[in-house]
């Protein structure tokens, strides 16, 4: 990726580093946010915090490398010539991929310490839905290359139902049927966020090989 160019309306302050550009993390949720309700601006995929983290950990844990306009585009809802200008913009593109190396390390480095970021309400009870959305929108980017695990059939369709039973297609049904939403007698909705994360190293482990005999 190349250096922003700097308006001139910017501080002549030398940016050297991504972390000079990016915006906090809590003023990406703002920033998000915001743009979501825009009457006039390209609305993000990513609609909070939680779905971009989802997504920036399938992009990470994911079969084939992405290169960083196809993924950040459209899910912070941003045109590829946002990444050429020092602009707001860019500092939440800047942002989103210091996330994105920040998950990578600690899935490269201490995958046991992976904590996805979920919703959670005042007394503590998780909503793992819009992490999981962001999962799958970034799935749907490349979903030829996901679809050895999606045949229910298949041993390794096993890896994503934790994530994919919080899922819903454009229609707001249930991307699991009901039949694959149970083990046994026992739904498997209940607790299932909290395999997540072992559910992301393990997804990441499993492609691992595929993806780097692609080269990427």
Known sequence: MTKPKQGRGTRKARKTTMADYAMSFERLGQWISKRARSPTLRHPRATSL?????AVAAVVAGPV?????EWVCPLLGVDPDAFNHDTEEFSAIAATLMRHNAISETLS?????????FVRSPDGEVDPQPWCMGFYA???????VWSRLLPPNE???????????HCIDDAGRPLLP???RTLGTQPIIQNAWRNIPATVEALRQF?????FKRGA
Do not use: N, Q, Y
């Open 50 to 54: 939680s779905m971009l983290d989802g």
């Open 65 to 69: 490398s992405m290169a960083s306009e």
């Open 109 to 117: 480095t201490r995958p046991e310490s992976f904590e996805p970021l």
């Open 138 to 144: 970034v799935m749907k980017l490349r979903l030829l």
């Open 155 to 165: 041993t390794e369709h096993l890896m994503l139902r934790p994530i994919l039973v």
């Open 178 to 180: 009901p039949a694959r």
């Open 207 to 211: 492609w691992m090989p595929i993806r």
